[in-house]
């Protein structure tokens, strides 16, 4: 028995696994293409926050800028990257 509870995406009731990136808001939880249709201003915000987070903290930038790599092409921001 898995204490890990079942993530679902709010908008396409589909379950979000490891293999997706996971947007969070509130108490619901998004497969981040569909929080992304749902909320596109938030996703600017939202990436722009973990750029800057990437270079507040070396021990975390790895595993942020993947995150980053994941989410700034499907949001249109390809610039973020570099
Ligand atoms: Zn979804």
Same mark, same amino acid.
Do not use: N, Y
């Given at each position: 028995? %898995?204490?890990?509870?079942? /993530?679902?995406? &709010?908008?396409?009731? @589909?379950? +979000? =696994?490891? &293999?997706?990136?996971?947007?969070? @808001?509130? =108490?619901?939880?998004?497969?981040?293409?569909?929080?992304?249709? *749902?909320?596109? &201003? =938030?996703? +600017?915000?939202?990436?722009?926050?973990?750029?800057?987070? %990437?270079?507040?903290? *070396?021990?975390?930038? @790895? $595993? *942020?800028? $993947? @995150?980053?790599? /994941? *989410? /700034?092409?499907? /949001?249109?921001?390809? $610039?973020?990257? %570099?």
């Amino acid at each position: 028995m %898995s204490e890990q509870q079942p /993530a679902q995406c &709010a908008q396409c009731s @589909r379950g +979000i =696994d490891d &293999a997706d990136v996971p947007v969070v @808001r509130g =108490d619901e939880w998004f497969h981040f293409p569909c929080w992304q249709v *749902l909320f596109p &201003a =938030d996703t +600017i915000r939202e990436s722009r926050k973990l750029t800057r987070r %990437s270079r507040e903290s *070396l021990d975390t930038s @790895r $595993e *942020l800028v $993947e @995150r980053l790599h /994941a *989410l /700034a092409p499907a /949001a249109g921001h390809p $610039e973020l990257l %570099s």
